[in-house]
């Protein structure tokens, strides 16, 4: 059994730990959501005749997700279900944040019973061996089931807004928009902007104007933001994505507009013998 489980005074159900049986398992899937651009779904599913799918049944355990955003202390736990597949897999919709900054996940299964004493059988609650016998003090809000830590993490072109710009007689230009964390408003020449309407996402041609308009973004941001960009709260976790990544950032001498762009959003280029 793995030392970790000595860290809680009761059973955890999670990867790396051994306090349940092998047929024990708490999955977590994220559910393709085509309604609502701004939640995310998960389907919480928990395998094995075990001790929390007791408690589910009973309604003394529920499914919660809880939702972090570092860098504004902002934390809610989400408790809705949207749809009930049986007493022990359920769909969650989570609403995501406005921003576009990185925000993190937390799914587990948290006892809402009574405060009480339980002793524990490992035979008839799915345990391992180790807890058998053992009493153990239950409290309201104890985590009984954890998924690992999930990102939720914005591209460069997830910050780029496209508009349509009467003034604008050729192509387009790009401005750096500081107002609520900050973003890339690209200026479009009435006709071009019609016709990009037209392309669809996938479109090729539409990616590598999109490339463009984030590689003149890029450079403005260098130009105006390099000293202080505290103001523009969005780009952070791009930032900290290039840093990771040993790639020079705004901030920095030698910055590549051009090439952070393809890094975030890279051309498809089709040879006609790929078509053939």
């Known amino acids: 059994m793995n030392n970790l489980t000595n860290s809680h005074s009761f059973p955890v159900l999670e990867k790396g730990k051994f306090d349940y049986k092998d047929d024990s398992i708490y999955e977590i899937e994220q559910i393709k959501n085509d309604s609502k651009s701004n939640y995310i779904i998960f389907e919480h599913h928990l395998k094995g005749d075990n001790l929390i799918s007791q408690f589910l049944r009973s309604n003394e355990a529920k499914f919660v997700t809880t939702v972090v955003q570092k860098s504004t202390m902002y934390r809610e736990t989400i408790d809705s279900i949207l749809e009930s597949k049986s007493p022990v897999k359920i769909w969650q919709e989570v609403p995501l944040k406005t ?18 004493k339980i002793t524990l059988n490992s035979e008839t609650m799915g345990l391992d061996d180790f807890w058998d016998g053992i009493t153990i003090e239950l409290k309201k809000g104890a985590i009984l089931a954890r998924d690992d830590w999930r990102e939720l993490e914005s591209t460069a072109s997830d910050l780029l807004t496209i508009r349509r710009d009467d003034t604008i007689k050729y192509g387009f ?13 690209a200026n479009v020449q009435p006709e071009l902007y019609d016709k990009i309407k037209q392309l669809s ?15 003149i973004g890029f450079m403005n941001l260098a130009k105006d933001f390099k000293e202080d960009d505290s103001e523009l709260t969005n780009f952070k976790g791009i930032k900290s994505d290039l840093e990771n990544k040993g790639i020079k950032t705004w901030s920095e001498d030698d910055f590549n507009a051009n090439q952070v762009a393809c890094y ?6 089709k040879l006609e013998e790929e078509n053939e």
Do not use: A, P, W
Not at 173 to 185: H, L, Q, T
Not at 201 to 215: A, E, G, K, P, T
């Open 201 to 215: 996402r996938d479109n090729s041609h539409l990616r590598s104007l999109v490339i463009h308009m984030l590689c």
């Open 264 to 269: 975030f959003l890279r051309h498809n280029i």
């Open 173 to 185: 230009d790009v401005d750096v928009i500081s107002e609520e964390g900050g973003r890339f408003m």
């Open 99 to 116: 921003t576009l900054e990185t925000q993190n996940f937390l799914s587990s299964i948290v006892y809402i019973g009574e405060n009480k």
